[in-house]
């Protein structure tokens, strides 16, 4: 199967496409990255060199793959970081030529806007751009906890208003949503939880909270999440899969002592968890009808 992932790029480190492309790739998916920055580093280190690239380097890309009469092959478009608002556009319009040469491709929206206690990150006009036109046409949507409140202007602290605010996203035609990161006011401190809300249901569940917070976590959440729903898996086990390929990583990352996500060392974990993680079923299908509670 084949993945467009348009993302940012660093040259050291992995977020955006340098944290999906491998392990797409070592789940067995052909992955054809298209670039939106290439910074040499992530901003988190407060000091990067490096460029944005403008929308229409994006389109020429697609215009290219289109050339060799690829994009009927392409099963799904993936989406992270933009770095402009305007690539956003470029990123839609490659969307919208994807699911014209394949009806059945999905297109996963990650909405890199910012983080609990980062703030928003992104520049100007892109938060806007994700919520008015992105989100109503995405497939999947994997917002981490801030951007689930800033996308639907609601503050969220418990499990009810994450599964409302899950439901007003799909209200807008979002099919299946997954918070890659929450804690609810009675989580208690030393775990952290995962939310993935679809058609048939919602789905929790929590892993034990490590400490450290490499960036690059909801990237990777996300390339691994789309490529189990690829798989033909339901929500519930796409959401378990991730869940263990994730903090798997992450402890490895911890007990290297670095701060970049050790995605090529401990790549096993991408594909056989060392630790699995049960899902619980916290909402029936008719409750995102809008025609029961719970």
């Not at 092959?73 to 919208?96: F, K, N, P, R, T």
Request: proline share 5%; hydrophobic share 45%.
């Amino acid at each position: 199967m084949n993945v467009l992932s348009i993302q940012s790029w660093v040259a050291y480190g992995h977020v955006g496409n340098a944290a999906a492309i491998f392990p797409l790739q070592r789940l067995g998916f052909e992955a054809w990255a298209i670039n939106t920055v290439q910074f040499s580093n992530h901003t988190g280190y407060g000091a990067w060199r490096g460029q944005v690239f403008a929308p229409g380097h994006v389109a020429a890309l697609v215009d290219g793959i289109a050339e060799r009469g690829a994009l009927g092959g392409c099963d799904a478009v993936l989406s992270g970081y933009m770095g402009d608002a305007a690539l956003g556009e470029a990123i839609l319009d490659a969307v919208a030529r994807v699911k014209a040469a394949n009806p059945k491709a999905l297109y996963c929206c990650d909405p890199v806007i910012g983080d609990v206690g980062r703030g928003v990150f992104v520049r100007p006009g892109i938060p806007e751009f994700l919520r008015d036109r992105a989100v109503p046409a995405a497939d999947i949507l994997t917002p981490n906890h801030f951007e689930l409140e800033h996308l639907t202007g609601r503050e969220v602290g418990t499990l009810g208003e994450a599964l409302d605010a899950a439901r007003a996203l799909r209200d807008r035609g979002v099919g299946t949503v997954l918070v890659t990161s929450f804690r609810r006011r009675k989580t208690g401190p030393d775990k952290v939880e995962m939310l993935a809300v679809g058609e048939a249901g919602a789905w929790l569940v929590a892993t034990p909270l490590l400490p450290i917070a490499p960036n690059g976590g909801g990237d990777l959440t996300a390339a691994l999440f789309l490529a189990h729903v690829l798989q033909g898996e339901p929500v519930a086990t796409a959401l378990a899969g991730a869940a263990g390929s994730v903090w798997g990583i992450i402890e490895a990352t911890r007990r290297a002592g670095a701060r970049e996500l050790q995605l090529v060392a401990a790549q096993d974990e991408l594909v056989r968890p060392s630790r699995s993680f049960r899902t619980r079923r916290v909402a029936r299908p008719d409750y995102f009808s809008g025609k029961g509670p719970a």
